[in-house]
């Protein structure tokens, strides 16, 4: 996991062949002040387009694709006795880091529900009081069998990429289950979008 520049980034990817819009974003958003240079981890793939809006609201952002580095690891070390030092080794973080905001995006539909807790304990510590994570989460009953890749391309629309098929069964996760596996968090906002995913603002408690 490194930190990012705009020249670090990945070109901008050809035009999504989806997009909607975002309930979440703009409040999400507007919580990053310029002027107080907010840290942001983005559990995702590098996109240059939203390395450049976040660079542009005073962010740095730390990235690593957190789904890809998972899907080269052995089902042992993904087993809920391993799963902690999986993570903890997947994310290293810098003693002190601290993080205002967190893109989520739709990882937690490729995640069992010790898979997120173990998750959660490795951020929630580096995750400032009041700092918020972004999630999507599926309503659907299937889902593409990779996550797909996010640009943000205004405060209101989200573009997705990447393919559709083949698909797997989506996990589902209620809103309760998610929130047992985020101690120290609690839900700020969330919007059941028409087309089958609802979008969450988890908001930690302040110190």
């Not at 958003?29 to 387009?49: C, I, N, Q, T, Y």
């Not at 609690?186 to 979008?193: G, R, T």
């Amino acid at each position: 996991m490194s930190w990012f520049s705009r020249s670090q980034a990945e070109p901008c990817p050809p035009p999504a062949s989806s997009s909607h819009r975002s309930l979440a974003l703009g409040p999400l958003l507007s919580g990053l002040h310029p002027e107080s240079r907010h840290a942001v981890l983005d559990l995702g793939p590098p996109m240059g387009h939203n390395l450049e809006l976040l660079a542009a609201l005073g962010c740095r952002i730390r990235i690593t694709d957190l789904f890809r580095s998972l899907a080269s690891e052995t089902l042992e070390a993904r087993e809920p006795q391993a799963c902690r030092a999986l993570f903890e080794r997947l994310l290293p973080l810098d003693v002190g880091e601290r993080f205002d905001a967190v893109l989520m995006w739709d990882l937690f539909d490729y995640l069992r529900l010790h898979e997120a807790a173990a998750l959660m304990a490795r951020i929630t510590p580096a995750c400032a009081p009041r700092a918020v994570i972004f999630g999507l989460v599926s309503t659907l009953h299937q889902i593409p069998a990779t996550p797909l890749r996010y640009r943000i391309d205004d405060r209101e629309t989200l573009y997705s990429t990447g393919p559709r098929e083949p698909q797997r069964p989506a996990p589902r996760h209620t809103q309760p289950e998610l929130v047992r596996r985020m101690p120290g968090f609690k839900v700020k906002a969330s919007y059941i979008l028409r087309h089958g995913v609802q979008e969450y603002l988890f908001e930690r408690a302040p110190s």
